[in-house]
């Protein structure tokens, strides 16, 4: 059987009119003979709404009935799908996460799937169903409903292409695929064509929202390639491969970026073994997640000052945990809000020298400061002061050519 | 165990305020020491929203998808409801149709309950948890959701009473009991304290929509007592139970109206064999109702006057039905859509004599014509125009003495 999976985002379904687009997408690659397995996303703003409900009843709402309501989203859109086809003449489905099932494992609200039952659905594909399997969703050895991390559709359609040994996992969502920078901010950001497991990972958890990291962590360990299109356009896409099927100039793949980071110094530190577990113990203990991190070298001196970065979010939060630990000796807590992570991402960095120099020489012609530094193998962070973002992107941009066609 | 059955109609949940209040209701029984099932509506609208997005995407929306999309709207209450409990520091869970499972049988979208499975809701009961149990819904022995009729709520509350044993069914509602009356129309309708669950019957499916009639001919047949009452009153409602247990003076319980009644008269139809049923066939085929139906006897002549009744929404479908239909004769077809149906209902009726009598000269005497009347063992049931309806029920009511306290 050639399996192909299908997977539409919430605002790819995100009312009637755009279901029957979908349905019309999906129709096409049964015209193709595909035996397609869809996997669907609840309706956009579904979700938001139903979690509202939930903390309207009550700040501690058990995670075990938030998934129970939260699952309803794809629930209905699964449904919906299915009824067009039918209404259109295809013979089709809704299966749900317990139906299947898809079996998952861990926490309720952030489970995991270790397992999807496959013989149901075959038959189902061979008698010439169209199956439109409920993302975000499962069901645990207690029988219960279980949902995914935010954005877990994604995962359950990779692992839907895993599991049936579909050819290719294509992504349809509401953008033409991914840019070498956020389009919205830089005019001239443009698609890329092939990018690696590897720097979609990089961009994904550096702020690119097109997909989930988990999903493509998932992808990149079971060697599935997954196009992300849009769902309202006939342009080919972004496809998602391994390192060995790119073949491109550039270094740089592409430059994300955040805007909601905070930057936090303690001043004066005392400068002993273990004191940096004793602050960051609390934040961990606190889900609270720090990013990057220097301290300064103390040769002499007691005292050492300490930054790091985490979320604006958190930082309410973070702050008082620093304050309120009696384990913690510091001379003063200085907070900077005003911070943006730029990144560039690229697997071809760690093979070509210069790329470092280049960036912070490009950033320092334009007289940007460059308060912390991170690298990985295939990126490199900077903090900036956020009124510099749009200005740092842009030379970045330029700098390492992602303006010409990839 | 001592056990009750506490079921929630769609507004006793419609918002999440009154679903704090149910929350209270239900913990006041745990107070007393009993074991409660609670089994919940979707919230009000819901039902009825999901409906109209199916009707959306095709007027065949298949029925399977439509219990998917449909089921959902008990599964949120549900879980809102165990979530509430549990902040409230109660055990508490959602039980959906397929997990306990509720077993059904019959068509999509007008499954009947043969089935509640007992040990898992059993056991949660003995480990002191409450359970919340999604009403109108079902799984089938293709492992598919199914759902009742609608307002099939009631028929799970009652059923899972039967199959656990329960002491009682309280159905929470809107109103604070089963009325003589609609104390809408007349304002002297009052309270019933108890009424036969045959009485009940005829009331509801006379237009008394308090109570699904499928659910109180379930509860006749399992002779389980039901209370009726607000969730928003401390008043004591209405009992439903067996006749054995009223003792009432009155013979007459009450009178039950309907507003969107139609009548049809077939002027000189052939008066042959078979004719009535060739009438009556494709209205059947086509799931239309046939209620009231008189036929002028011709002893004489060849030819007689047929008159029925149907429902107001599918006058325009029998009327073509009976025009295109080339195998009944008739001269002339006349419809009054202006026609609504009264009856008085008492089971003391058959014992009692003079009632029809009473009944006709009170209508008389205010000049009322009567169109077509209708009997069974404890009902009268009389067609007026419906210019005359709240003439008519008031003087009914007074003629019965209803007014007085029951």
């Known amino acids: 059987m050639k399996i192909i999976v299908l997977k539409f985002g919430g605002t790819s379904v995100g009312n009637l009119k755009k279901i029957a687009k979908v349905a019309k997408i999906i129709t096409s690659y049964i015209n193709k003979k595909y035996k397609v397995i869809v996997v669907s996303s609840a309706m956009s703003g579904v979700t938001n709404e139903l979690l509202l409900k939930t903390k309207k009843i009550s700040k501690n709402f058990p995670d075990e009935e938030k998934d129970v309501i939260l699952s309803t989203g794809e629930q209905i859109s ?12 295809f013979k089709s489905r809704s299966w749900l996460g317990w139906q299947l099932p898809i079996l998952t ?14 013989n149901k659905l075959i038959n189902y594909l061979k008698s010439g169903g169209i199956p439109i399997v409920a993302g975000f969703q499962g069901v645990n ?31 349809y969502t509401d953008v033409k695929g991914i ?8 005019k001239s950001a443009k698609k890329i064509n092939k990018i690696s497991y590897e720097e979609m990972l990089e961009m994904a958890s550096l702020g690119a929202k097109v997909m989930q990291p988990v999903s493509i962590q998932e992808a990149r360990l079971n060697r599935i390639e997954i196009d992300v299109r849009s769902t309202f356009s006939k ?13 491109s100039k550039n270094t740089i793949r592409g430059i994300s970026f955040t805007k909601n980071d905070s930057k936090l110094t303690l001043i004066g530190v005392k400068d002993k073994p273990g004191v940096a577990a004793s602050i960051f113990k609390p934040l961990y203990e606190n889900s609270i997640n720090v990013d990057m991190v220097i301290q300064n070298i ?4 007691r005292e050492t000052d300490l930054t790091f970065t985490v979320k604006l979010e958190d930082l309410i939060k973070t702050r008082r945990l620093l304050e309120n630990n009696k384990s913690i000796k510091f001379k003063k807590l200085v907070v900077n809000e005003n911070v943006s992570k730029v990144s560039i991402v690229g697997v071809g960095m760690i093979t070509t020298p210069g790329i470092t120099y280049r960036m912070f020489k490009a950033l320092a ?3 940007i400061n460059i308060e912390v530094i991170s690298t990985s193998e295939i990126k490199i962070s900077v903090l900036i002061n956020k009124k510099n973002l749009k200005k740092s992107v842009e030379i970045l941009h330029q700098e390492f050519k992602l303006n010409n066609n990839l």
């Open 365 to 367: 012609k334009e007289k």
């Open 78 to 89: 699964c449904a919906l799908i299915a009824g067009k086809l039918n209404e259109l003449g």
């Open 179 to 186: 840019y070498t920078t956020d389009p919205n901010l830089i």
């Open 141 to 171: 050895s207690d029988f219960r409903i279980t949902t995914l991390e935010r954005g877990g559709s994604d995962t359950s359609a990779i692992l839907c292409a895993k599991f049936f040994n579909a050819e290719k996992c294509i992504i």
């Open 298 to 301: 103390s040769a002499e001196s």
């Open 105 to 118: 494992k861990g926490n309720y609200s952030s489970s995991r799937i270790v397992k999807i039952k496959k």
């Open 235 to 247: 342009k080919i896409g972004t496809t998602i491969t391994r390192k060995k099927n790119i073949f």
